[in-house]
């Protein structure tokens, strides 16, 4: 079992950049694919970005290619979502979530945790 706590999130402007930390708990964590969802206001939740257990393999939405980089630290526990040049419709709850299975990329998420607000100002 993993739990899991977002953190980084906040009020930004257009243009800003964000890097959305997510910290692990559990001896196991290396052993689980992670991903990033975000769900704005009266929308369903979007998937975001994963990344494979050891970090060498990445998988993104095609919207978020280009702006969105999902990166993990095994040895601290932590997944992390750098978010550049942040627009109004990236405003949303963002979540972390991790994954036990050897499906690549991912369809099925049993852990996660309780999201991190970004609002992003014109």
């Known amino acids: 079992q993993v739990q899991l706590v977002e953190s980084g999130g906040g009020m930004v402007q257009t243009g800003d950049s964000l890097r959305l930390s997510c910290a692990a708990s559990?001896?196991?964590?290396?052993?689980?694919?992670m991903g990033w969802f975000r769900q704005a206001p009266g929308k369903e939740r979007d998937f975001i970005a994963a990344?494979?257990?050891?970090?060498?393999?990445?998988y993104y939405e095609d919207f978020a290619k280009g702006r969105f980089t999902i990166t993990r630290d095994n040895a601290m526990k932590m997944v992390y979502l750098q978010i550049n040049n942040l627009r109004p419709e990236d405003t949303a709850v963002y979540y972390c979530a991790a994954a036990y299975t050897n499906r690549w990329p991912p369809t099925n998420y049993e852990y996660w945790g309780q999201g991190t607000q970004v609002t992003v100002s014109a």
């Open positions: 559990g001896r196991t964590f290396s052993t689980y694919y």
């Open positions: 990344i494979g257990r050891s970090g060498d393999t990445v």
